[in-house]
C-alpha cells in the first residue's frame, strides 16, 4: 500500500520534473514511513534547489515522515542581495 501526495513546486524547481504542470502540481505515490528527503529525491530535485518545505502548511525538516494524502510545497531557497 502506498501513500499518496499532492505536490506543488515553487521558483525554478518545476524545471526538474518533467512534464509538471505548475498550475495543477502533481502526484505523487511514495511507500509508507517515506519521508521529506525521500521525496525530494523521488522528484529528483538536487537537494541544494530545495529551500523550506510545507506539509499541510506547516514547516517540515527531511527527516520528517509525509503523512498520507498531504500537500507538500516546495519552494527553492530564496537569496538576497
Known amino acids: 500500500m502506498a501513500i499518496q501526495l499532492s505536490i506543488k513546486l515553487y521558483g525554478t524547481l518545476d524545471k526538474w520534473v518533467p512534464g509538471y504542470d505548475p498550475d495543477t502540481g502533481c502526484e505523487v505515490r511514495l511507500s509508507p514511513g517515506s519521508t ?3 521525496l525530494i ?3 529528483g530535485l538536487p537537494p541544494r534547489s ?10 517540515a525538516k527531511q527527516a520528517d515522515v509525509l503523512p498520507d494524502r498531504a500537500l507538500v510545497k516546495v519552494f527553492h531557497p530564496i537569496f538576497g542581495g
Open 36 to 38: 521529506v528527503a525521500d
Open 50 to 59: 530545495v529551500g523550506i518545505v510545507s506539509v499541510n502548511g506547516r514547516a
Open 41 to 43: 529525491a523521488h522528484l
